[in-house]
């Protein structure tokens, strides 16, 4: 069966400092990961997915099919990079799997 | 352009009692999805439809129906509310599939079933 594991529920850094919000996975097909965002008071939104192979907003993420990880990761927070962070596993044609999320705090 | 809204934003239900939850979409998108976040869970999809007249199961469809009957309408509809059934619901819209678009969420139904 699937399954989308974020293992930190909260994470906070100070602002400046790097970033990763974890995601491993555990899919039995052709994996393909999203990674979503909601901001405070906002709706949930699409960040980036891993075909795309972009980086929006400064964040990356590479997915690494031996170790089954496909990890947000920011170099240098920035304030507003607080907001609730979740990774999804499309299976299927229009099954988007989700985790659990992160909570990330930037402190100022 | 109001994107996808949902309607109503809050709703108390008394065991066994139905409902529908409306989403609309103003963008022309082909495809619409139900999905429910309980506290502390990622969002699980309960149906879709990838156009109008069409409905599809997603991972947790039962106790639950849907419609598609105009292209920017998915109706959700709960016929004998659970508790287990208490949760927030969002409605999403793409142009195509995940795979292939993006897809736009709505701002979510908080449904309680007492």
């Known amino acids: 069966a699937q399954r989308v594991t974020q293992p930190e529920k909260l994470l906070s850094v100070f602002k400046g400092a790097p970033v990763e919000l974890k995601c491993n996975y555990s899919y039995s097909g052709s994996p393909e990961l999203f990674w979503y965002v909601q901001y405070s008071r906002q709706r949930l939104q699409l960040l980036l997915r891993?075909?795309s192979r972009e980086s929006i907003k400064g964040f990356t993420a590479d997915l690494n099919k031996g170790e089954t990880s496909f990890h947000l990761k920011k170099p240098f927070a920035q304030e507003e990079d607080s907001a609730m962070y979740y990774c999804?596993?499309?299976?299927?044609?229009?099954?988007?799997?989700f985790g659990t999320g992160t909570r990330l705090t930037v402190i100022p | 352009n109001a994107g996808v809204t949902q309607t109503p934003k809050f709703r108390v239900l008394k065991t066994g009692q139905s409902m529908t939850l409306l989403c609309a979409q103003d963008m022309n998108h082909e495809y619409m999805y139900w999905y429910r976040q309980d506290p502390g869970m990622g969002l699980r999809l309960i149906h879709y439809?990838?156009?109008?007249?069409?409905?599809a199961k997603g991972e947790v469809p039962d106790g639950y129906n849907v419609s598609r009957l105009k292209k920017q309408n998915f109706l959700l509809g709960l016929e004998s509310a659970a508790p287990s059934q208490t949760s927030v619901y969002f409605c999403a819209s793409s142009i195509q599939g995940i795979g292939t678009d993006t897809q736009y969420f709505g701002p979510g139904t908080r449904l309680t079933v007492l």
């Open positions: 439809s990838v156009g109008e007249g069409t409905t």
């Open positions: 891993h075909i």
């Open positions: 999804a596993l499309l299976t299927g044609a229009n099954n988007l799997f």
